[in-house]
């Protein structure tokens, strides 16, 4: 069923609120990677050259804390947004009250507001977690600031929170637009492609910190993928369930069980790294190693797949005709630890007549700075996101958008 898109919506003089997913990699105020806010500017721009009044609402980061507020403000974003569009940006530094309302009201046509964190509300002190529980007094309030809501957070469509499914039942309930932008429309095409009509060899390469996050995914791509390349901290998990020693490395001891059944049901269609570089630390400063085999000694940690795992996924990848990314093989922050994603990705990049889909915030990243992004097919915004909608999983954040 296909989805209202923002050019089916009148928006002259109407206050617009637009979802995005502006979830960058930050710190210390700078923004490390832009592909979220590159990827948001063509549906603000139409909004906004089309005479309405764009008041954009993201999270950013996961609030653990009011230290936290000072890290995760989208204050830079909005200044990095105005920078990359050339279009001036307003920025308010709250998402609730009169300062956000007269900022509003004070909108003509064509002017831009981002609002500040919509996770600010989730300090567990403070009422507890309205935007990520999706408290509907949260979503009704957002919605009752705006005439239509357009929702371009593909990378957030996997989560139900208040600023992308609550704010969209109370606009539908109000009898007021919901659309998705163009960004939403484009993955949705293109990720859904790679579901419908994959073509194989399909190899599915997961990577990354978030092992509770995505380990499930793993089993509804089993059936979809011909081989499934596990590296970054997603690994620790698999080879602990094999026996293997992992040493200080990232490791979920309660996905143990699930990441026996996980292997048991996927056969050899799992690839787990044979070898490892290793440190004493999480620092590029610790001296580091490369095992022999796939045992971690005590005192280690693994940060990135050994040069016997490069040759192994590229190996695996020759002749792939469909590619799925989403985690890095290492923590490539560091250049000590960044090989794996690098040739990982380089081996992606060489694939002729392939869909090669990388996807995630630190993967994307990983890919534009490490220069192999250019010869991929397509960067997803999504991380979880894009994995859960290639496992046919139906997304909340998509599901809540009016069908045309
Ligand atoms: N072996 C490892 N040990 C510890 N951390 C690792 C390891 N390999 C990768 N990482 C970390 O994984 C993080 C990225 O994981 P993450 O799951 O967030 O990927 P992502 O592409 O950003 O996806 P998403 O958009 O879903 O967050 C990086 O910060 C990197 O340092
Ligand atoms: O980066 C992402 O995957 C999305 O922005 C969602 O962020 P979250 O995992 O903190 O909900
Ligand atoms: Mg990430």
Redesign the pocket.
Known sequence: MAKLIVSDVDVKDKKVLMRVDFNVPIKDGVVGDTNRIVGAIPTIKYVSEHGGKVILLSHLGRIKSDEDKKALSLKPVAAKLQELSGMPVKFVPVNEGKELEDAINELKDGDILLMENTRFQDIDNDFGKRESKNDPKLGEYWASLGDVFINDAF?TAHRSHASNVGISTAMKAAGKPVAAGFLMEKEIKFLGNAVDNPVHPFVTIL????VS??IGVIENLIPKSDHILIG??MAYTFLAAQGHKIGK??FEADKVELAKDLLQKAGDKIVLPVDHIVAKE?SNDAEATTTDGVDIPDDE????IGPKTVKLFQDTLKGAKTVVW????????MSKFAEGTLEVGRAMGNLTDAITIV??????AAAKSLGIADKLTHISTG??ASLEYLEGKVLPGIDSISNK
């Open positions: 990378g990577g990354g910190a978030k996050d995505k970054g901290g490395s990232l999480f940690m693994a940060l990135d989403n985690g890095p093989m290492g923590a490539f922050e996807g995630g915030g630190d993967s994307t991380g979880g």
